[in-house]
């Protein structure tokens, strides 16, 4: 079935960037809203940043001007470009998407597919 595959995580010193990337895989029909969410250790998930399928963008209070949230609807591929890092960045970053596919001669319309995470760490 459909899958989300996320890479470019790994471990930055503060103050330095990173970027997220998180491809759709094929026989998607369409893809609505995308977006990014992460989880730290002992705490909740939470919401990062999203865009909808016209580019409109959303970011929590703690990234904004920060982080950057981009898409590629040739490639079926959202960025999540995160600058100025900090500490409290650290946790688990998950993709999500609401998209339409086929499967096995089945519709699947506007399903809520998530990430495997990839880890970010901030430290120096």
């Known amino acids: 079935q459909v899958r989300l595959v996320e890479s470019g995580g790994g471990l930055v010193q503060p103050g330095g960037s990173l970027r997220l990337s998180c491809a759709a895989s094929?026989?998607?029909?369409?893809?609505?809203?995308m977006g990014w969410y992460r989880q730290a250790p002992g705490k909740p998930r939470e919401l990062v940043g999203a865009?909808?399928?016209?580019?409109?963008?959303g970011y929590a209070d703690s990234v904004k001007g920060r982080f950057t949230i981009s898409r590629d609807n040739a490639k079926n591929t959202v960025y999540l470009q995160m600058n100025s890092l900090k500490p409290e960045d650290t946790a688990v970053y998950y993709c999500?998407?609401?998209?339409?596919?086929?499967?096995?001669?089945?519709?699947?319309?506007?399903?809520?597919?998530w990430g495997q995470g990839t880890q970010v760490t901030v430290s120096s």
């Open positions: 999500n998407a609401f998209l339409s596919y086929q499967f096995e001669g089945r519709y699947y319309g506007n399903q809520n597919v």
């Open positions: 094929e026989n998607i029909d369409s893809i609505n809203t």
């Open positions: 865009v909808d399928s016209g580019g409109i963008t």
